[in-house]
């Protein structure tokens, strides 16, 4: 309900809509990836740290450009102390 005229209300939901595209895109990444809706993480700040940690893990593993998915990334960086070293460009 607005007072708006149908023009505006028009950009407003287009604008909303963009925004939950991107919102929906970085949470469907944090939970495919990392299983982040499984996590029974829930005493005091370890649920907000977890998921700091988590995009931060996922923008570095994003910025590389190589044929594996972001999963198998962090999968090889865990095993790889050399292919860890080029992601974080060491």
């Given at each position: ?22 919102e929906n895109r970085l949470h469907w990444h ?27 893990a996922l923008t570095i593993v994003s910025q ?27």
């Open positions: 309900i607005s007072s708006l005229p149908p023009e505006e209300c028009q950009l407003i939901g287009q604008y909303i809509r963009g925004h939950w595209g991107i944090l939970d495919v990836t990392f299983r982040e809706d499984a996590c029974r993480a829930r005493k005091d700040y370890s649920a907000t740290n977890l998921n700091t940690l988590r995009k931060f590389y450009k190589d044929k594996l998915s972001l999963r198998k990334r962090l999968f090889k960086a865990a095993l790889n102390i050399d292919y860890l070293k080029k992601l974080l460009k060491i």
